[in-house]
């Protein structure tokens, strides 16, 4: 695509080496301090349009893409399913290819069904980033994530991750693994049998039933909440039962390494996965996390559309555009 971003879409981290991924995190460092700035704007992609097309529910991902492309000066549209003629039964490729009519230079796409944003790339001309697919992927989220991670820790290699809640239903626990794979960091996945998906060992992870083991030396807790809305049938006897044998609660700290932090992409279930003081505490990264968001979505919007060095990046940040 580029010779600095060589990629036209954003769709899975399988796509991304570890070089890749760094080049990401880099100009979202530079780009954090542009929303720390007390005018959070530099002029870099105006003229440029981005249409978010959000499918399914989201807080932070469809407002952190959608304040980082105003934060670039990007003219920026959102696309609900209850506001667009999806919900009157226009089809998906149908408002892809009205959508491309209107000659966007990036769409943002999340979408309940597994592979979705690939099928709208393969119909669009303009770049595609995935904001989440199925129980499939969310790259930015695990881009974000290792944004935060590097920022406390220093580091995404040599780390045990331990990533525990609802793993079959999870994108988000799908992209962590293959990034933090990419730098050498160990991941486990710790789910009861019903919510840990088939042969899971071929993502190249650890396969743990029991909290305790999963945590043992963790450096990271990453907590996933029960998807009460894509489960099929009663795969936990009870929330409170959940809670009980995988609740996450301070204590467990003492099992986990010295530095080890708390992470949590949210939307947070309190006192199921993560009890409130835990979720509140100073090894909580959870606020991290939401502003390490539109940093990283800076980032990947400028990269595609721009398709310039991390370098030039970081210049056009000091340089306020
Ligand atoms: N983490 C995440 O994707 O949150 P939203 O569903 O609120 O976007």
């Known amino acids: 695509m580029s010779a600095g971003f060589p990629h036209q879409h954003l769709l899975s981290i399988d796509q991304l080496d570890a070089t890749e991924v760094t080049q990401i995190l880099d100009a979202a460092a530079a780009f954090i301090e542009v929303s720390r700035r007390p005018v959070r704007k530099v002029p870099t992609l105006r003229g440029k349009t981005v249409i978010n097309m959000f499918f399914e529910a989201s807080t932070r991902t469809r407002t952190s893409f959608e304040l980082a492309g105003k934060r670039l000066s990007a003219d920026v549209v959102n696309i609900s399913g209850s506001g667009s003629s999806l919900s009157k039964g226009e089809s998906l490729l149908d408002t892809c290819r009205t959508v491309a009519a209107m000659q966007p230079d990036i769409v943002v796409i999340r979408h309940s069904a597994s592979g979705a944003p690939q099928f709208v790339a393969q119909r669009l001309e303009c770049s595609v980033v995935n904001g989440g697919d199925g129980a499939h992927e969310h790259p930015t989220q695990a881009l ?137 505490s100073d090894r909580s990264l959870v606020l991290d996390q939401v502003e390490a968001g539109v940093a990283v979505r800076m980032a990947v919007l400028y990269l595609l559309s721009r398709g310039i060095s991390a370098e030039t990046v970081a210049q056009a940040a000091r340089d306020g555009g």
């Not at 991670?149 to 693994?177: E, F, M, P, Y």
């Not at 936990?236 to 467990?252: A, T, W």
Request: charged content about 25%; hydrophobic content about 45%; glycine content about 8%.
């Open 144 to 280: 974000l994530d290792a944004f935060a991670i590097r920022q406390a820790l220093g580091t995404l290699s040599g780390l045990k991750v331990a990533i525990c809640g609802d793993i079959s239903h999870s994108r988000v626990a799908r992209s962590n693994a293959a990034l933090l794979r990419l730098f050498g960091s160990e991941v486990r996945f710790c789910a009861p049998r019903t919510l840990m998906p088939s042969r899971a060992e071929t993502l190249g992870v650890k396969v743990f039933h029991r909290l305790d083991d999963a945590l043992e030396g963790a450096d990271v807790i990453m907590l996933l909440r029960i998807q009460r809305e894509r489960l099929e049938g009663p795969l936990i006897p009870s929330l409170r039962e959940y809670s009980r044998v995988y609740g996450v609660s301070q204590h467990h700290l003492e099992l986990a390494s010295e530095r080890a932090i708390v992470m949590h992409p949210g939307p947070m279930n309190r006192g199921v996965e993560i009890h409130p003081a835990l979720a509140d």
